[in-house]
């Protein structure tokens, strides 16, 4: 077999299966992601190589010719950090002689990883700020466990919110593409299209946001591709209703279905329902749970919560303390990963195209 990687237009056949649905997989290297993002202005650059499937989003510099290339939660992490690190520099390499002058990365590979981070050393990636809004995760091992142990490993106060939640008649919806007629024990069918549901937690988003002070890009981008990563079956949506699934809404969890785990994407709720059912986000992340047990998942991403700019575990005195400490309740540990690296093959192009790129957003405006 060629130790060179392949670069194409469209995807193999075989493309979600190696780079989704494989352990270490990741949505946003889906055939989903990739026609998402270009309607964006990026160019998908579909990569094979020794079995590896390999999504690189690239956008051309205006005016200057070449480009930059990014490998969004890739490449797809294999057993060994070393081969995922290799896998990195093949197609770099193969993107450099695609006119690509500058290659972004962000596998999520443990950051104690020595021979990942050996090998892309040698290779000239240099560590680089996140492109994603967290490094770190807070993660639950899921593997040979069953639900009645889980949830015994869970701290007491939040078991209590939790039967509390589920005391006072909160329904759970799930909005699933894989689910069918069944939703399952402790889940209720939808009464509404994916759709609507989904528009409506982008309004809950903003909410939450202007309670908690971060802000969120234009409704098309969000929905719309949520709309289509659940159409694949990549994205599970939890709603929570006040005693029917036509009830009044008290949370949303929206979910990510890959590899050998389920991940948090995004969670919300009014402030109104947190006052009145402060048990749902609770109730929200261990239905989660219990899906991902029932999947057979080995792992549930309960999300990352490391400070902005610093990268690290909030103290006690920091915003996200509070979120920190509400995810390790489900029995769920801090996760450190090695985050974004970058290999610039032609400084000056690429310093030249990041200079035309601000002057055409600036003249877009």
Known sequence: MSDAATIADEPTADWDELAVDRPGGHVLQSVAWAEHRRSSGWRPQYLSWRGHRVLALVRPWPLVGGGSAYVPRGPVPSAEGRETAVTAWTIANALKADAVDVVAIDAEVPADDLGYREVLEKAHFRPIEEIQPSRHKVALALAGADEDAVFGGIAKA?????????????????????????????????????????????????????????????????????????????????????????????????????????????????????REHPGTMHLLRWRAIQLALR????????????????????????????????????????????????????????????????VARRVGR
Do not use: N
């Open 295 to 358: 999947e057979g998942r080995r792992e549930m991403d309960l999300g990352g919560v490391d400070v902005p700019g610093a990268r690290r575990r909030p103290t006690g005195d920091e915003p996200l303390y509070g979120l920190l400490q509400h995810k390790l309740s489900f029995g769920a540990e801090w996760v450190e990963l090695a985050g974004a690296h970058e290999r610039v093959h032609r400084p000056i192009r690429y310093a030249a195209g990041r200079g035309s790129s601000a």
């Open 158 to 274: 939040t078991r209590q919110r939790i039967r509390k939640a589920e005391g006072q008649g909160t329904c759970v919806v799930r909005h699933d593409v894989r689910a069918g007629d069944d939703a399952g024990d402790g889940f209720a069918r939808p009464h509404d299209p994916p759709a609507t549901a989904l528009d409506r937690f982008y309004d809950l988003l903003l909410e939450t946001g202007e309670r908690k002070h971060f802000s969120f890009g234009p409704r098309s981008s969000f929905v719309g591709w949520w709309q289509r990563a659940q159409a694949a079956g990549h994205v599970v949506y939890l709603e929570a209703r006040a005693e029917r699934p036509d009830g009044d809404v008290l949370g949303g969890l929206l979910l990510y279905r890959h590899g050998d785990r389920l991940s948090t994407v995004h969670s919300g709720d009014p402030a109104a329902s947190r």
